[in-house]
């Protein structure tokens, strides 16, 4: 019985494509898997701005918050409403006049920018850097930390 070379065994130039094929596969499926699940947490957020937008109306329809900024937190969560964001963060809702309220919450610039573009908060040509008035909110993106979406009671 003759034997072949391709009888005994895959050679080294083989097994080096599979790995790369398989590494190329993890790191892709891997990259997805994480831009999935930012895009998931984004919705979340918008979702919850909404959210927190109609309870503040609901509560208030007819009333006006008083001249003092007062924390809406403790109302919020009275109504159970969540005030912790898809990345683990406290949102605090806070009144800055009669009728005007903000909802501050901790996001790096692209998600801010997701939401304010995203969102149904209704905000006409949102910008980076700078304030904006649009149909809803006002907001300012900035490079990290707390981020402001202002709203009027409706």
């Known amino acids: 019985m003759k ?3 391709s009888d005994l065994g895959r050679s080294m130039m083989e097994v080096l494509l599979y790995l790369s ?3 190329v596969m993890t790191v892709a499926s891997t990259k ?3 831009d999935y699940n930012e895009k998931i947490k984004r919705t979340r957020a918008s979702d ?3 959210t927190i937008s109609s309870k ?3 509560i208030y329809y007819g ?3 008083g001249n003092q900024p007062v924390s809406l937190n403790n109302k919020l969560t009275e109504n159970d409403v969540v005030l912790i964001d898809p990345w683990g963060k406290k949102v605090d809702v806070v009144s800055d006049t009669e009728t005007m309220y903000h909802i501050s919450m ?9 939401l304010v573009m995203n969102s149904d908060s209704k905000v006409r040509e949102p910008v980076i850097n700078n304030m904006q008035e649009g149909n809803g909110p006002l907001t300012d993106c900035k490079d ?3 981020v402001f979406f202002y709203y009027n009671v409706r």
């Open 3 to 5: 034997i072949y070379k």
């Open 106 to 114: 901790e996001l790096n610039k692209s998600n801010c920018v997701y």
């Open 63 to 65: 009333r006006t918050f």
């Open 144 to 146: 990290s930390n707390t």
């Open 21 to 23: 094929l398989i590494i």
């Open 32 to 34: 997805m898997y994480t």
């Open 56 to 58: 503040v109306s609901q």
């Open 48 to 50: 919850q701005l909404e």
